[in-house]
């Protein structure tokens, strides 16, 4: 069975670091259930294994921690569904790369119960929305923005960190990094994309979907 855990209010993020580090050794030692943590940060920035320093472009404006997790410079904050996915890789096939996969397509799933279109990109880690009502590329394409972010973590086949999905967070505070290392596309949220959709609605959609991308059942316990 799949734990599910809802925090309300902002949880400190090396605080969130050392449950899951706990809770990744207790599901390797065959003394917890696989879980799923669903909360919100205070405004910060994380480092991943490949960040490089240039793309934290306003290092004072707000905390900075170092993680090793994979990816880049992400931003987490108040209005951002972060899920952080403790599974059992070596249970699901011992594939990282279709892991991360299935993480695309739970977003992706997610997102579609409110009628957006989440797409993936080659190159461009995370996933992606078309704004046609906005400037084209360059060469011609339609412009498009970030809406979820992912990088995760393995330990003993066991992984930690995962998602964020931008609700309603102060878009703003993306422009003290480049995201994900790319300069070239924005970042959206599904408000900002005029969708009056609250934290629980994304709550309600993501457990819709994980069943339906992971095919396994999932149980779902009280807020903490």
Known sequence: M?????????????????WMEARVAAISAGMADECIWLLEHPPLYTAGTSARPEHLTDPARF??????????YTYHGPGQRVAYVMLDVAARGR????????LEDWVIATLGQFNVTGEIRAGRVGVWVQRPEKPPQPDGTPAEDKIAAIGIRLRKWISFHGISINVEPD????SGIVPCGISDHGVTSLVDLGLPVSMADVDVALHASFDQVFGRPARRCAAS
Do not use: M, N, S
């Not at 170092?66 to 990816?71: A, D, N, Q």
């Open 2 to 18: 799949v734990e599910w855990i809802v925090t309300d209010g902002l949880t400190d993020y090396r605080a969130a670091e050392a």
């Open 171 to 174: 878009l703003g505070h993306f």
């Open 95 to 102: 594939d990282v790369r279709c892991f991360v996969r299935q």
């Open 63 to 72: 905390p900075v921690h170092e993680t090793r997790r994979g990816g880049q």
